[in-house]
């Protein structure tokens, strides 16, 4: 049994990885300032004694009692709606936040995990992405709060692992998908499992053409795990590597909820990146970890999961 503080630990990645790391036996102490993380994503775990929830903004102060052994920073707004309605909540708990967060490893000495992301690489020139490419980024577009906020977060990381000597882990995790992603958060795969379930046609922006690798949480979780367990300290993407233009997944979702959808195009948004797709020879190599669920699998659980009860009407 290990201690482990998740920040964001009350969002969609964040509060799949505290069901996991509590139903392994472990302790989970959850800090969470509840902007786009909600208390309904770790409700399950309430009343186990082996977790606790704290409310706390990571950006202002962190402090926590007793021994820690892993810090877990997933603090952060994920979606590009998000981090347009708070650019400035978005640059500070990437850069305030996890110079907070890397405080409390080194005073625990504690591992230190950066969720960091596919976004570091911008508007890829390479393609796939292998860890050693640099990116192409536009540090003054609407995406630059986040992208720049992650970069920035990165060299932090290493900072304090090559100067202080911090145990430290930096994963870059590629677009995830499933239960408990916010209905309104404009990502691609809840507003398509939206419009799809209330027969709505589907906003394909631009002409569609443009690419995305989905990774089904379930196996991001376990990406994870055997990053935090290895003694890689470089950083590793996490991601499924099968490509799909945007009008392919929007084929692959009317497929799966068995319903042939209408598409509506919309202006494609400043900066979107036309490619993405992992290399993910390296967590193959060093964690031995692949992807295991199928495009099609994964949306079949992520709609199931929103039919369920009609979340897909519920309020974000
Ligand atoms: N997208 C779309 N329709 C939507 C939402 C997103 O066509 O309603 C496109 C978006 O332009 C991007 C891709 O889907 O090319 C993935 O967008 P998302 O916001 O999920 O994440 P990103 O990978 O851009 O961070």
Redesign the pocket.
Known sequence: MANYVITGGAGFIGSHLCDYLIAKGNRVICLDNLITGRTRNIEQLAGNDRFRFIKLDVTNYLFVEGQVDFVLHLASPA???DYLKYPIQTLKVGGLGTHKALGLAMAKGATFLLAST??VYGDPLEHPQKETYWGNVNPIGP?GVYDEAKRFAEAMTTAYHRYHGLDTRIVRIF?TYGPRMRMQD????P??VRQILSGEP?????D?S?T?SFCYVDDLIRGLDSLIHSNVTDPVNIGNPTELT?RE?AEVMGRVAGKTPELHF?P??VD??KV?QPDISKAKTLLGWEPEVEVEEGLRRTIEWFSTGNRYLLPD
Request: glycine content about 10%.
């Open positions: 979606s590009p709606i596919s976004e995406r677009n404009g990502r691609v795969v507003t398509f589907l906003t394909v922006f631009g569609g443009q995305r945007i997944f919309e494609l948004p979107d990146p993405r």
